[in-house]
């Protein structure tokens, strides 16, 4: 008796991570402006914004930015004001060519959902800043929304509530390995994104239609 093998489910929704996805962006941007309000060397200052409690309380939602700001100004010994301290926290983005001319190519056929890890500081702003691109997402998804973080289960439920599709029926992007094996183990079909050219391809090879240019 042949076994007849079960066809893949088509791709119904494609969700982008994004930072080092649709956007590049490098912290040490932000340190090196800070940097002159602080007798703290750079890579401890950094430490205070970025490794600590406060950081993850601050991209999961447990804490307002009103909060991370007061707190991180003063383990950071920094003098600046808050208007100053968020205008170098959030100067650390710049755009993925390859990823933002490729997303309106995918949203006449496919959902577009963004999942990220991200504080509300940094999601106002590159939402401001890259309006151009995420003006064609279905939705915007965020840790400090889902009270969760990548690659905690958690965040990927959060986010599958806003899909319209079957886990199976999904494709996640990620730069981070760790993120997309966890997004496999939920039951997303997974891709890693490597700033080589290849996502295009990638994402045929997942069962996604893109359409042919030059460029790929």
């Given at each position: 008796m042949t076994t007849l093998k079960k066809a893949p489910m088509p791709i119904k929704t494609v969700i982008f991570d994004f930072?080092?996805?649709?956007?590049?962006?490098d912290h040490s941007r932000a340190v090196a402006r800070l940097a002159q309000y602080t007798d703290l060397p750079p890579v401890e200052l950094a430490l205070k914004l970025y490794g600590s409690p406060?950081?993850?309380?601050?991209?999961?939602?447990?804490?307002d930015t009103e909060m991370y700001v007061r707190q991180a100004t003063r383990n950071a010994?920094?003098?600046c004001t808050t208007?100053?301290?968020l205008a170098a926290f959030v100067a650390i983005f710049w755009r993925n060519l390859e990823v933002c001319e490729l997303?309106?190519?995918?949203?006449?056929n496919y959902r577009i959902i963004l999942a990220s890890n991200t504080t509300r500081a940094h999601f106002e702003e590159y939402s401001k800043q890259f309006a151009d691109v995420l003006r064609y997402f279905d939705h915007l998804g965020t840790s400090f929304d889902a009270g969760a973080r990548k690659p905690?289960?958690?965040?990927?439920?959060?986010v599958q509530r806003h899909a319209q599709a079957e886990p199976g029926e999904c494709v996640?992007?990620?730069d981070l390995p760790t993120n997309v094996e966890a997004a496999e183990e939920f039951g997303w079909k997974g891709v890693v994104y490597r700033a080589d050219g290849t996502l295009a391809d990638k994402l045929r090879a997942a069962g996604v239609v893109v359409g042919t240019t030059e460029k790929d």
């Open positions: 930072g080092n996805v649709v956007a590049f962006f406060i950081e993850d309380a601050y991209e999961r939602g447990a804490i010994h920094l003098s208007e100053q301290f997303i309106p190519r995918l949203q006449s905690e289960r958690e965040f990927f439920a959060h996640f992007i990620d």
